[in-house]
Nanobody
């Protein structure tokens, strides 16, 4: 059974940093694109960032460019999201996602597998 388990969320003041991790199990994701989405209360799920299976290409939504960095470790079946200069509007549940096609994830917001999410709360 495929599982994606996120960790690293929490409460942080504006301007602070958090590092999210998502560990996959049940299969190897080294040939899959991996990414992060977020969903705030009352809002639709929003794409945040994605990374190709080689780790050489990344893509971000405009609102997080220059502040967030996505990376991956295929040996550990894990994707990370380093979040710096956090803002109150970054508050959301952050979900890890895995998809066979990088383009489908970043353009169609599609994923083959989803995690349950980790809460990130940024206080002003």
């Amino acid at each position: 059974q495929v599982q994606l388990v996120e960790s690293g969320g929490g409460l942080v003041q504006a301007g602070g940093s958090l590092r999210l991790s998502c560990a996959g199990s049940g299969r190897t994701f080294s040939s899959y694109a991996m990414g992060w989405f977020r969903q705030a209360p009352g809002k639709e799920r929003e794409f945040v960032a994605a990374i190709t299976w080689t780790g050489t290409i990344t893509y971000y939504t405009d609102s997080v460019k220059g502040r967030f960095t996505i990376s991956r470790d295929n040996a550990k079946n894990t994707v990370y999201l380093q979040m710096n200069s956090l803002k109150p509007e970054d508050t959301a549940v952050y979900l890890c996602a895995v998809d066979g096609r990088f383009g489908d994830m970043k353009d169609r917001y599609e994923a083959d597998y989803w995690g349950q999410g980790t809460q990130v709360t940024v206080s002003s």
